[in-house]
């Protein structure tokens, strides 16, 4: 018990097997009150998210110092590279397969999910993108005016979002899976579709590591160490991104 107490990442695991259980077993009064708990969750992470990239890219930024402009624009342009070489390679797979797999586009006998018992809307107070931007010129502008009180209190705003992350966005992140799934599976997709749910998922997967392999291997090649032993630590982060299908909520 204590392990799973303390692993996220069989959290995460035990969150999908239940979700399963509970979607496929219970009432649609029962799926009303699941579904309005995974929209309010789903609106605290989208809440947060902006305020985490701000709290963590941009006192990133200031501690590049001089280098910061020129490492930014690269990490930039090897980022935007790999989601376009990423998007290819997909196309490119998908061309191929899914011809192959016979999807029928109208499955019957899917399960209507019932109205919200219960909705709290929770605006983000900006978008990601808006995030994104603020934080690079904020990072920038504070390595360029060498502001160091600025820069100890994006310190200060990244110590505060880390503490938000750890006591409440990864606590609920389980929750929010389980509810996901119990969603799909209540409303039937999984299990009708069960042949090709299963075929696409390892589809995905194993397209996911043939283009790590393709990054950390010229990662490698170009410092010269083995960028292997990373990977050891993104479990969690790869669990919460197939399960929330969202690099944001990530």
Request: net charge positive.
């Amino acid at each position: 018990m204590g392990k799973i107490k303390d692993s996220l990442i069989l959290k995460l695991i035990l969150g999908v097997g239940i979700g399963l259980v509970v979607g496929l077993y219970c009432n649609e009064t029962v799926i009303g009150v699941i579904q309005s708990i995974k929209f309010i969750l789903g609106q605290l992470i989208s809440f947060t998210v902006p305020l985490i990239i701000l709290g963590f890219i941009a006192p990133a930024i200031t501690k590049m110092k001089s280098n910061a402009s020129k490492m930014l624009g690269l990490m930039l342009m090897l980022a935007y590279f790999s989601s376009v070489g990423a998007a290819l390679f997909s196309m490119v797979a998908g061309f191929i397969l899914i011809p192959k797999m016979h999807i029928v586009p109208n499955v019957e006998g899917l399960k209507h999910l019932p109205e919200l018992i219960f909705k709290v809307e929770i605006p983000p107070p900006f978008t990601v993108m808006t995030a994104l931007v603020l934080a690079l010129f904020l990072g920038l502008a504070v390595v360029w005016t060498q502001s160091e009180n600025f820069e100890r209190l994006l310190d200060e705003f990244n110590n505060i979002m880390l503490k938000i992350v750890y006591m409440i966005i990864i606590p609920i992140l389980p929750f929010f899976i389980a509810s996901t799934f119990a969603t799909l599976a209540y409303e039937g997709g999984i299990t009708k579709q069960l042949p090709v749910f299963l075929k696409v998922v390892i589809i995905v997967l194993i397209g996911h590591f043939i283009w790590l392999t393709v990054l950390y291997s010229i990662g490698g090649a170009v410092s010269g160490k083995n960028p292997f032993s990373l990977l050891k630590f993104y479990g969690p982060a790869y669990l919460t991104a197939v399960g929330t299908m969202s690099s944001a909520a990530t």
